[in-house]
Every structure is written in C-alpha cells, then in structure tokens.
C-alpha cells in the first residue's frame, strides 16, 4: 500500500502524532500550511499505482482540510481503486455527497475528549453514528460487517499511547453503531528520546489497560485489530495469547457462515515497506523512520525500485538487529515472525552496525 500525504495541517495536536516531524510545523512561529498540489498529486498517484498497490491511502495532517479534497477524491476515483481515508472524522461530514455508496473506506483515529476537546469530540461522534446508522457509507453492506479490509465501510481507529489510555468512548460507539472490527496500535516512539529507550517496560506499562480494553470489546462481540508497533508475543502471558486467539468474527456470506479474523497479533509483527509521498513529493519508508532514508520519487528510475531500496538499505539488516536482548534467542524473531515491535527501535542499534560496516 503507498500513502499519499496530502497536506501537512491538522486540527488536533495529539501527544503521539507518529508524523510530528511534518504535521503543524512552525516557520518563525507561524504554522506553515503545505498542501499538496494537483499536479504533484497526479504525479504521486500515478507513482503509486506504477509500484502496484493495491488501494490508495490518503492522510495528512488532516486530508479533509485541503482546499482541494473533492478534486482529489475525485481524481483518485478515476482510477478504479479502492481509497482509504485517514481521518479523525471532524470535517468528514463536509463531503458525504461525494463518499456516498463510493469505495472510499474511513478509517477514523478516535480520539478521546481529552485530546480533542467537547466541541471537536462531539462532532467526530455524531458523524460516525450519522454515518452508519443513515447508511452513508455502505448502502449495500451491514455496518456490524465493517472492516478496515472492505470497500466503503467505516472503520474506527484507537491509539494507545499511555499507561490507562481512556477507551470508553470506543465502547460506547461500538454500542451505539454496531462495528464489530477495532483498528488498534500501540502508538510508535515520535521523538528521539523514545527511539533510543527500547525497553519492554513501554509494552508492559500499556498492557494491563490494553488487555482491559479488549475483554470489555470481547463481550461486546467485537475485534481488535492491529496495525503499527505490536505488542510483542514475549511480553504476553499464555493466559493472555490464550484470550487474544479467542476472539472470532462470524459473517454471512453468500448465505455460508465464514469465519474471519482474529486480533492478528499472533500472526507475528513483521513490516513491510509502506511508502508514503509528502506534499513535494519526498518519499519515506515510513513515518516511523522519516529520519532516514529521506527520498524524492524523481530519484528513481522506475518506481518499484524504491521497494527494492528500503529493502536493500534498511529492512534486510533490520531483521538481524535485536530490539531486545531477549530477542537474540528468540525462536519468533530468529524465524523472522517478530521484528520486536515498531522499527524505530532499532535506528540508534542501526546507526551503530552501519557505521562499522562502512567503515
């Protein structure tokens, strides 16, 4: 999948934005707004489809900020591919008319009122219920069947990013909604102080609310699925591998009962290369690493060359490179079905074995 960062502005200032180097960014104290233009916009999805993703991610800051979001949407439309949308959902009622029974799936960071305030908070409420209960997103689709891996669904997104992270308004919105699919990270190290602490007590410190949150989603009948920076397999009891491989998700398909899904955390943790192009066209291999390995699409010949480069410069010695002592004899990690959690760990342990490789 490759993203395109359409512009750097966003309305919220959450303490763990994993895009921090980029978002809200001040020039002599003044907030500089990057929007990214239409024509780098066709050039960066015209990249993106040449390296053969399969759907196109849009975020920001946040997208729907861009005075020209409508034209994007449309333009990306043109290409017969499904979109997903990173949001945190404030504005999204602004462009119902052009979502409306398209493939644009929304996955929505929900933020809790704390971070975003009463007003901002309400406002993301209202549209996702509106959305769902009106049939806004999925005309054809039930919303208890909505997932991050279908075409126009609705899918909400929580970041744990502190020990006792808040989540009750997660529980009230499945309530309230019917979504039974929960996107969830453990929010990535975003400074350089957190790179460099690698240490499991982070993972540790998150978890007994993490596991707190899941059991209460369990009975509700819903499942936590993760994204970016897993918990990593050591760090989990086998009573709690035990509740995690228990949760099931039912759909009915075609009139056959499928099953579908687990947390997928048991799948293993390992990354592959997300790219995500920037307003002038810089190209990351991701925000976790948007220290390193900066580049510009124009440096490449042909774009599925930048897989092959952040392969060959970074994620094949990312691989032997231990996040934790533990993980030098480890099975999982030795067999490459855990990486020890969000790669930025690794960077200063990177940096090190470059330099005498090098050298």
Request: with cysteine; proline share 5%; hydrophobic share 35%.
């Amino acid at each position: 999948m490759s993203n395109i960062m359409i512009n750097k502005v966003c309305n919220l200032d959450c303490p763990y934005c994993f895009a921090n180097d980029y978002v809200n960014v001040h020039d002599n104290n003044l907030r500089v707004s990057s929007n990214m233009t239409i024509e780098n916009y066709q050039k960066s999805l015209e990249f993106a489809l040449k390296i053969g993703t399969s759907r196109i991610g849009i975020l920001g800051g946040e997208p729907t900020l861009h005075p020209e979001f409508k034209e994007i949407l449309k333009i990306t439309k043109q290409k017969d591919l499904p979109i997903m949308l990173f949001t945190n959902g404030v504005y999204i009622d602004k462009y119902y008319d052009i979502i409306e029974g398209q493939n644009v799936n929304l996955l929505i960071n929900c933020n809790s009122e704390k971070i975003m305030g009463k007003k901002q908070f309400k406002r993301m409420y209202d549209n996702i219920t509106y959305m769902v209960k009106e049939n806004i997103k999925q005309p054809a689709l039930p919303p208890y069947l909505s997932s991050v891996n279908e075409i126009g669904t609705v899918t909400l997104g929580l970041n744990m990013y502190e020990p006792g992270f808040e989540y009750e308004h997660i529980i009230d919105l499945v309530k309230e909604t019917g979504i039974k699919k929960i996107r969830t990270s453990i929010a990535v190290p975003n400074t350089e102080e957190k790179t460099d602490s690698a240490t499991k007590e982070y993972f540790y410190s998150v978890k007994p609310t993490m596991i707190e949150f899941f059991l209460r989603l369990k009975e509700l009948g819903a499942v936590p699925i993760f994204d970016c920076n897993k918990i990593p397999l050591c760090v989990l009891t086998p009573e709690e591998v035990t509740l995690l491989d228990s949760f099931n998700l039912y759909e009915d398909s075609c009139g056959n009962c499928k099953r579908i899904t687990n947390t997928n955390l048991l799948d293993g943790s390992n990354c592959s290369p997300v790219i995500d192009i920037l307003p002038d066209l810089s190209i990351l291999r991701c925000f976790g690493l948007s220290g390193k390995f900066v580049k510009k699409i124009d440096d490449f010949k042909e774009p599925l060359e930048v897989i092959d480069y952040y392969y060959q410069k970074f994620d094949s010695m990312a691989y032997t490179i231990p996040t934790f002592e533990d993980c030098i004899d480890c099975p999982a990690a030795l067999k490459r079905k855990c990486m020890g959690g969000c790669l930025a760990f690794k960077m200063s342990k990177y940096d090190k074995v470059h330099e005498i490789i090098t050298n």
